[in-house]
């Protein structure tokens, strides 16, 4: 059995810095590289491609709305959906070029926070989101929640698609992420995470905040880049997964 490990990370700007993204390119498979918009910028974005591609880790646009004070977690509305398509395309693009002077190539893409969110429950800017991809390379990967919109969305335009779980979150029954505004939403604890990634695989099925059991394909499993547990749950889930026979492995090129 073999699984990809992602993490949202090159999220800090200018001098600011979030997480310990050299520590968790020594943990996971692939890196999420925030494009500008919700944070990141052209010298973080360089750095984090050229150190991925030293550690053979894979690389992919995580663009998100135009929010560095809200880090592209808040809802933003108004924009068209053809606004959104550019927007996107913008993003990877950008990703794309700096990867390339790192000598790295991004290989998929991952929307980030209210943007992916959102078009979980909008058709249209889901539609949008996977036009832009196509329109920027086919070939590139649209990293999704199973089940959703933004996966009917992408098997609709004709792009490819990975699964994701979240080991930090919590699912609501209709399959979407309970809202940080809960409480519990976020999880912490390293030990009991990993348990339930492993369950997960295992039995092809998520456990929701009711206790509702959810049929679900991975591909590949997020840890959190800005939570201040983020090392030691990436590390604790990955030692899990391989303790159990599960590879960790990229599942797009590195």
């Known amino acids: 059995m073999k699984v990809d490990l992602n993490c949202d ?4 700007y200018g001098p600011w810095r979030m997480g310990d993204d050299e520590a968790m390119l020594d943990i996971v498979s692939s890196a999420n590289v925030a494009c500008g918009f919700h944070a990141g910028d052209p010298s973080i974005m360089f750095r984090t491609a050229e150190i991925a591609k030293r550690k053979g880790v894979a690389v992919g646009a995580h663009p998100g709305f135009n929010d560095l004070h809200g880090f592209g977690r ?4 108004g924009d068209s959906p053809a606004e959104i398509e550019r927007m996107v ?3 990877i693009g950008a990703m794309q070029a700096v990867a390339a002077l790192a000598g790295h190539k991004v290989t998929y893409v991952k929307a980030h926070g209210s943007l992916n969110n959102m078009a979980n429950e909008d058709e249209d800017l889901a539609l949008a989101i996977a036009r832009a991809i ?3 390379d086919s070939s590139l990967v649209n990293v999704c929640m199973p089940g959703l919109l ?3 969305a992408s098997e609709q335009i004709g ?3 990975a699964r994701e779980f979240f080991a930090d979150r919590t699912y609501e029954d209709d399959g979407t992420l309970t809202s940080r505004k809960k409480p519990g939403s976020v999880l912490h604890d390293a030990d009991a995470a990993a348990e339930r990634v492993l369950r997960t695989i295992q039995d092809r099925a998520v456990i929701t905040t009711s206790g509702k059991r959810i049929p679900i394909e991975i591909d590949t499993i997020c840890v959190h880049g800005d939570e201040p547990s983020a090392v030691v749950m990436a590390r604790t889930v990955r030692a899990k997964l391989e303790a159990n026979g ?3 492995a990229p599942f797009s090129g590195s």
Not at 74 to 77: A, E, L, N, S
């Open 89 to 91: 395309a913008y993003q």
């Open 246 to 248: 599960v590879t960790i």
């Open 9 to 12: 990370m090159g999220e800090g």
């Open 74 to 77: 808040r809802v933003i509305r």
């Open 150 to 152: 933004m996966e009917k």
């Open 159 to 161: 792009i490819p698609v």
């Open 134 to 136: 196509k329109g920027v």
